[in-house]
């Protein structure tokens, strides 16, 4: 089953030339498969259309309806994987939330584009064949949730987009990547160890929203008090720091978010705008409530965040979470 929510995978220049400036989520799921007309001889395709938006502007609630979608597809003995068309933005955290809330061994792959489908050096068709032969891969059963983008196979949880434009955009800079694909046989060299899909313990089936987590970047003289304050007058229930270095706060933010730890107005998470690496408490840290990313991007320690508060407002489970998924 391919699910298709857009992204510059289905996108449309004005001329083949172009690889910028053209209008993402323009083609549909079915015109994607026609100019592969190869898949026909390896795999049959069932298709679907969730949404055709640029993935910039992906919502919780196509996150939430993907996910049921695919928890009940995946319960049909006839559907041996699902592939997910999206765009490359924000596919990362599309594919790090559907790895904590998809209940099922089953292979589930996302894949995309760094070009429009129009473009002459096009790479959506080659990354859509790769992500169906992974999908439809004995091998690729109880990995998790997957990205599949020029050629390599990488974990939903380690994957991040590192370049802005360049096909090979797609890295997993802490644990590598999971192994490759040539001309659609599947090598794989690593596997996840973090727990993942049926070894978690959240389950979205009966939400229709998620908790309010939002980011807050620091940085020199930082003044984003500010910004906290509005993001509490808003509705947040969480904050993820994208911290200096290894998850340094300036002092100004920092003593704002230690007085609302002691008030237990939310719940603070340290990661690192650096993209790689750990992010370690001091014992005077753990002390105040603080929760560790540990090597989580901002954009993920969020989506964890998030599921956690669905589960808990105990500081110390959502830190258990973090060392687990």
Not at 181 to 209: A, Y
Request: charged share 20%.
């Amino acid at each position: 089953m391919i699910l298709a929510t857009g992204g510059t995978i289905a996108g449309e220049a004005k001329n083949k030339l172009r690889t910028t400036d053209y209008k993402s989520g323009s083609l549909s799921v079915e015109l994607l498969i026609e100019a592969i007309p190869q898949l026909q001889c390896i795999v049959n395709i069932q298709t679907k259309q969730i949404a055709n938006i640029d993935s910039a502007d992906m919502t919780d609630l196509i996150w939430l309806k993907l996910a049921k979608t695919i928890n009940v597809l995946l319960k049909d003995s006839e559907i041996d994987g699902i592939v997910i068309t999206h765009g490359t933005d924000t596919m990362e955290e599309t594919a790090y939330f559907l790895s904590l809330v998809i209940k099922s061994d089953k292979p589930v792959v996302l894949t995309g584009a760094m070009r429009p489908a129009t473009a002459m050096s096009a790479d959506g068709p080659r990354n859509l064949y790769n992500a169906i032969s992974l999908a439809g891969n004995k091998n690729a059963e109880a990995k998790g949730v997957m990205i599949v983008m020029n050629d390599r196979i990488h974990s939903a949880r380690e994957a991040t987009k590192m370049h802005t434009l360049n096909v090979e955009s797609f890295q997993s800079p802490n644990g590598g990547e999971m192994g490759y694909i040539i001309d659609g046989k599947v090598f794989f060299k690593t596997i996840n160890l973090k727990l993942h899909t049926l070894q978690t313990p959240f389950n979205i089936e009966r939400l229709d929203s998620l908790p309010k987590v939002d980011i807050v970047y620091s940085y020199a003289n930082d003044g984003s008090r500010v910004a906290i304050e509005a993001f509490l007058k808003a509705g947040a229930k969480g904050l993820v720091i994208a911290g200096s270095g290894a998850g340094s706060i300036h002092k100004n933010q920092k003593e704002y978010l230690i007085e609302l730890l002691k008030e237990n107005k939310l719940q603070v998470v340290k990661s690192s705008r650096v993209g790689c690496g750990m992010v370690l408490l001091s014992e005077e840290e753990n002390t105040q409530g603080f929760v560790s990313a540990n090597d989580l991007n901002p954009q993920k320690a969020r989506i964890l965040l998030m599921l956690s508060l669905t589960q808990t407002n105990n500081p110390r489970k959502i830190a258990e979470y973090f060392e687990k998924f």
